[in-house]
């Protein structure tokens, strides 16, 4: 069964830094979408990043190109999301999910991890 875990969240200030991961299992993920999704509170869950397993292929939100990197670690299964130069606005719970190559439709979900950015 495929299973998403995130970590690394945490409280920073702003300007700092933080690296989130996922671990994922269940399957081999090497033709999937892997993406990274926040949503704050009150606040409609919003497309931060998205990496193409296969090559790498990389496409991020606006708000975040130039401050976050997305990337893969292929022998441990395993996403991250680098976060640079944050802001309060960055402020949200962040979700780690997979999409098949069937679609690509986004159909596994991790439980997500809080990132807090302080002023």
């Known amino acids: 069964q495929v299973q998403l875990v995130e970590s690394g969240g945490g409280l920073v200030q702003a300007g700092g830094s933080l690296r989130l991961s996922c671990a994922a299992s269940?399957?081999?993920?090497?033709?999937?979408?892997m993406g990274w999704f926040r949503q704050a509170p009150g606040k409609e869950r919003e497309f931060v990043a998205r990496?193409?397993?296969?090559?790498?292929?990389?496409d991020y939100a606006d708000s975040v190109r130039g401050r976050f990197t997305v990337s893969r670690e292929n022998a441990k299964n395993t996403v991250y999301l680098q976060m640079n130069s944050l802001k309060p606005e960055d402020t949200a719970v962040y979700f780690c999910?997979?999409?098949?190559?069937?679609?690509?439709?986004?159909?596994?979900w991790g439980s997500g991890t809080q990132v807090t950015v302080s002023s």
């Open positions: 269940g399957r081999t993920f090497n033709t999937y979408y």
């Open positions: 999910a997979a999409a098949p190559p069937s679609m690509p439709r986004f159909d596994y």
């Open positions: 990496i193409r397993w296969s090559d790498g292929l990389a």
